[in-house]
């Protein structure tokens, strides 16, 4: 078992976005976050879900070239959605 808030392994990764891996299913659940914001309940599942049930509080480090930090969880899933880099990780 992960601790609580850490980001899924990569196989976790795999298994959590298995169901999104369609373009069109991921731009949805990005949609949901865009019209609904952070703290929309079926939102924050999804984060918590990919985040062992907890979903980090404060700056969030990317391996993203040019974008290393991010304010919070919300900021980093808001850039993904942005930019349609839907799978990577933190």
Do not use: W
């Not at 980001?7 to 659940?29: C, G, K, N």
């Not at 985040?51 to 304010?71: D, R, V, W």
């Not at 850039?79 to 933190?90: E, H, S, V």
């Amino acid at each position: 078992a992960q601790e609580p808030g850490t980001p899924l392994s990569d196989e976790e990764y795999h298994q959590f976005f298995r169901s999104l891996r369609v373009a069109h299913r991921a731009s949805m659940a990005c949609l949901l976050r865009t019209l609904y914001g952070c703290q929309n309940p079926l939102v924050q599942r999804l984060d918590e879900y990919e985040n062992h049930g907890l979903i980090p509080e404060g700056p969030i480090c990317s391996a993203l070239p040019g974008t290393p930090f991010f304010l919070d969880f919300c900021a980093f899933s808001f850039y993904r959605c942005t930019r349609k880099k839907y799978f990577i990780k933190m």
